[in-house]
């Protein structure tokens, strides 16, 4: 069975944006693959994190996984720190990855930007860590948004370049998966920016832990223009904030953008918006009450966590070893 690798940052506040635009779709993937989904607590050290935040929003992140559906037996869920192989692998990575590579990741430009002389190497080498977990586990696929893509691509790199230095097929060329529905979901106070877990304002991103009363206003609050909704796909395209909300709803029901405008053509966003908000309740309410039940017993999630790392470093580790061997280290 081919395997998956994939994992989210536990920065807090994970939102609509994460749910349509992955942890939705790896819910979908369980019955086709061999999954292994993580919380890459050590990419989050990339910036400063205050510690007591950052166990909270490990936590959150696996409450959000299981939640929304996937299942802690069928998949393996963990996080990234408590598998130290995926360290290691990083360090035999970063030796054989010229530094070319690294240079051109548009990602470490956009985030160290003026700053780039003072920030951190793990930010530049951040790619090299992805590699390393996604390699590990010798993951065929990767289901990633178009901006971790250019990383996927890296590991492919990567993987094909231990391979020919060391006369071997050990890694396989993962291949990227991306969805197309609603995987940009945009801010709802600007339709021109994504949905941001770092966004200042709350009011910007409908929050997975968010209750019916919170998800509804947020809605109603949502940016929009004076014009009635668009009547064509192409209309669309020149109207964010419209694009955005028929772009949720679309989503949310499983329905084309087509069907959405044509059913909304014409209508004011005082018609819509109130049915946005049901759908959005609908999907996330069930969720967000099990995500508050869940965080109210750290114990469950702990033992979810230690329990999945037990079963990825199972692997990981023979793994490890088997690429100590190929280059010449003395393992264990």
């Known amino acids: 069975m ?18 349509l635009g992955a942890i939705r779709n790896w ?19 990339t910036l400063p994190q205050d510690p007591t935040e950052l166990r909270h929003a490990t936590r959150e992140v696996t409450a959000a996984y299981i939640a929304a559906g996937i299942d802690p037996e069928r ?8 598998v130290p192989a995926h360290a290691q692998l990083a360090w035999l990575f970063g030796c054989i990855t010229p530094l070319g590579w690294l240079n ?7 985030k160290a930007g003026k700053d780039r ?28 948004g178009e901006d971790q893509k250019q990383h996927v691509e890296l590991a492919r790199d990567i993987a094909a370049a231990f391979n020919r230095r060391y006369n071997t097929e050990f890694f396989p060329l993962p291949e990227p998966q991306i ?7 945009m801010s709802l106070r600007d339709g021109t920016k994504k949905m941001s877990k770092s966004d200042e304002s709350d009011f910007s991103r409908i929050n997975m832990t968010d209750d019916a009363d919170a998800i509804a206003l947020k809605i109603r609050r949502a940016k929009t223009d004076p014009l009635p909704l668009p009547a064509t796909v192409e209309d669309v395209a020149t109207r964010p904030e419209a694009a955005n909300l028929l772009g949720i709803y679309a989503a949310l029901t499983d329905e084309t953008m087509e069907t959405v405008v044509a059913h909304f ?23 967000a009450g099990e995500m508050r039940r869940m965080l109210a017993d750290p114990g469950y999630i702990d033992g979810v966590l230690r329990r999945g790392a037990e079963r990825a470093e199972a692997i990981a580790v023979e793994h490890l070893h088997l690429v100590f061997d190929m280059m010449g280290l003395l393992r264990p």
Do not use: W
Not at 10 to 16: A, D, F, M, S, V
Not at 75 to 82: H, K, L, T
Not at 104 to 110: E, N, P
């Open 27 to 45: 819910v979908t993937l369980q019955a086709d693959y061999e999954c292994i989904f993580c919380i890459v607590d050590l990419h989050a050290l």
């Open 104 to 110: 051109r990741m548009t990602q470490f430009k956009d």
């Open 75 to 82: 998949c393996i869920i963990f996080n990234q720190s408590m």
């Open 179 to 185: 969805f197309g529905t609603a995987t940009r979901v």
């Open 265 to 287: 053509a014409g209508r004011n966003f005082s018609d819509f918006k109130p049915a946005l908000a049901e759908r959005a309740v609908a999907s996330l309410g069930r969720i």
């Open 2 to 19: 081919p395997r998956i690798f994939s994992g989210i940052q536990p920065t807090g506040n994970l939102h609509l944006g994460n749910y």
């Open 117 to 144: 002389e003072t920030a951190g190497l793990g930010l530049y080498s951040y790619p090299v860590l992805m590699a390393a977990d996604i390699l590990l586990y010798r993951a065929t696929h990767v289901p990633v």
